[in-house]
């Protein structure tokens, strides 16, 4: 067993998990990135159904319009409820970052030191080989 290599490895895994992570978080921002766009989709075609002359089309004579108008709203708090959990996941996917982050320097240190620390050990043996 080379402590050494297993350090580097630990720190080679540590990096993995730090970038998977961050990974993970860029997909969580994305998702909620895409929820938001989505309501502001609904937002905007409301607004523009809103600002629309009030004349007697046959949507709103038929009452499809008022339909329409609660089809916005329901879609609108399903994708605020799914925003709210999206914005907990990204919370919680910084959380794990950090922690992976963290675990990375860590490692990366444990093994900058182990190198040091063999690479000092070599350097004493080389000179007590001189001096024998």
């Avoid at 580097?8 to 992570?21: F, I, K, M, R």
């Avoid at 309501?39 to 075609?45: G, K, N, P, Q, R």
């Avoid at 860590?106 to 900058?112: T, Y």
């Amino acid at each position: 067993m080379n402590d050494v290599r297993d350090l580097a490895a630990l720190a080679q895994l540590a990096g993995l998990a730090s970038g998977a992570a961050e990974a993970r978080l860029a997909m969580l921002t994305r998702k909620a990135d895409d929820l938001r766009n989505r309501l502001a989709d609904l937002y905007a075609a409301r607004r523009a159904r809103a600002d629309a002359p009030d004349s007697l089309d046959t949507a709103m004579m038929a009452g499809a319009d008022l339909r329409w108008h609660r089809w916005i709203d329901s879609r609108r708090s399903a994708l605020n409820a799914e925003l709210a959990r999206a914005q907990v996941d990204i919370a919680r996917g910084r959380d794990a970052l950090r922690r992976a982050f963290g675990q990375k320097l860590a490692a990366e240190d444990l093994a900058a030191r182990g190198r040091a620390q063999a690479q000092h050990r070599r350097e004493r043996r080389a000179e007590r080989d001189q001096l024998s």
